[in-house]
């Protein structure tokens, strides 16, 4: 049973434009989302968070949003850089599961120039 | 200041053996998650200790264990090994449990097990 899911396995995107990946999670214990980035032979990087009591958090050029009614959170990229071309992990938690965090299957994101 | 350290980078065992991984995280952390990614999934949560105690575990065999050191070095160790047992494991170091939800986890780069 696959808690947190990223239906889309790729997504391309021209430079400068939008770049929007969705995440989808069933377990209505999640109270705490994050996404990683992992370039090839890294270990996923930390992006951005967002806690259960927000539905919206911005960091510079990322934007994540959360709608919890429909257990759904999407990461919003503007404006897309070539180096943003990695694999985008949507990650969840919950309280006191320590930091137990469950990896959706990741978006492999192409910022063309 | 180094970050989250794992060796060996690379290993290949045949099916049977016992491999151990280990993982140095990052100084003054003392939490240190264990994951393993296969390729095209996510990282799944192995293991997680705080302080030397086991404080989670994910859905694996008990051929998968872990222990953490009083320098809160870890060592991850799969007996038996199995053909499925082939992936990348990742070490992840936190700085303390659930304060703030401001303590992400760092990652290192993890060990390519392939078992033939």
């Known amino acids: 049973d696959q808690q947190v899911k990223q239906n889309s396995p790729s997504l391309s995107v021209q430079e400068g434009r939008i770049s929007i990946l969705n995440c989808d999670y069933t377990?209505?214990?999640?109270?705490?989302f994050l996404w990683y980035k992992k370039y090839p032979a890294e270990g996923p990087t930390f992006l951005i968070s967002?806690?259960?009591?927000?539905d919206k958090n911005e960091d510079g050029r990322f934007t994540v949003f959360l709608n919890k009614s429909a257990k759904h959170l999407s990461l919003h990229i503007v404006p897309s850089q070539p180096g943003d071309s990695a694999v985008y992990f949507c990650?969840?938690?919950?309280?006191?599961?320590?930091?137990?965090?469950?990896f959706g299957p990741g978006t492999s994101l192409s910022v063309i120039p | 200041d180094a970050g989250v350290t794992q060796s060996p980078t690379h290993l290949i065992k045949t099916r049977g053996q016992q491999v151990t991984l280990r993982c140095s995280p990052i100084?003054?952390?003392?939490?240190v998650s264990w994951y393993q990614q296969v390729l095209g999934q996510g990282p799944q949560f192995i293991f997680q200790?705080?302080?030397?105690?086991?404080?989670g575990r994910g859905n694996f065999p008990d051929r998968f264990s872990a222990r953490q050191f009083p320098n809160y070095s870890s060592e991850l160790n799969v007996n038996a090994l199995l053909l499925g047992d082939s992936a990348l494991y990742l070490c992840?170091?936190?700085?303390?449990?659930?304060?703030?939800?401001?303590?992400?986890?760092?990652f290192g780069p993890g060990t390519r097990l392939t078992v033939l």
């Open positions: 990650a969840a938690s919950a309280y006191r599961s320590y930091d137990k965090v469950i």
């Open positions: 200790y705080y302080e030397k105690e086991e404080r």
């Open positions: 992840a170091s936190g700085s303390s449990l659930r304060e703030g939800r401001d303590n992400e986890q760092f």
């Open positions: 967002i806690s259960s009591i927000k």
């Open positions: 100084s003054g952390h003392k939490s």
């Open positions: 377990n209505s214990m999640f109270d705490y």
